[in-house]
């Protein structure tokens, strides 16, 4: 039982896009959040359009929805959206730098991972969303 990524995904995948779009154009870079509850394991320096708790929550929101839809995933799927969904909605950065757009592997390791289709896996060509070079990251 794969991860079905027309189920759970494309509502996901186009917040995530608006996520990482707000991020591009409206956010400072801000030092690692001290608090987060879910996506614990952001130590990096992070560009936030919004709060960081509420942040946070969103990720947690997402990761529960997939989990609902898809109730008998596996735990490295599971894993591997975590880390998708705290990546989008804590883009690392630098200061005086655009915030970097979520790493191509992370999407492809989800797709891999959950056993997604051919069209979800086609999705993390997206350059718009991923990109593919992401030396140095943790987003889980």
């Given amino acids: 039982s794969g991860f079905d990524g027309a189920a759970a995904l494309p509502a996901a995948?186009?917040?995530m896009m608006l996520a990482i779009g707000l991020s591009l154009s409206l956010?400072?870079?801000n030092p690692p959040p001290a608090a987060n509850a879910f996506c614990r394991d952001v130590t990096?320096?992070?560009s936030l359009p919004l709060g960081a708790a509420e942040?946070?929550?969103a990720a947690r929101s997402d990761y529960e929805v997939a989990v609902e839809r898809q109730p008998h995933s596996n735990s490295l799927c599971l894993e591997s959206w975590k880390a998708l969904q705290c990546a989008s909605k804590f883009q690392k950065c630098a200061p005086q730098q655009p915030a970097q757009?979520?790493?191509?592997?992370l999407?492809?390791?989800l797709a891999h991972s959950c056993n997604a289709t051919d069209g979800m896996?086609?999705?993390c060509a997206?350059?718009?969303v991923f990109e593919e070079s992401c030396k140095n990251r943790k987003a889980t």
């Fill in 27 to 29: 956010a400072q870079c």
């Fill in 107 to 109: 999407c492809v390791r």
């Fill in 121 to 123: 896996l086609s999705r």
């Fill in 44 to 46: 990096y320096h992070v």
């Fill in 55 to 57: 942040l946070d929550a």
């Fill in 13 to 15: 995948q186009a917040q």
């Fill in 101 to 105: 757009k979520v790493c191509r592997s």
């Fill in 126 to 128: 997206d350059s718009s």
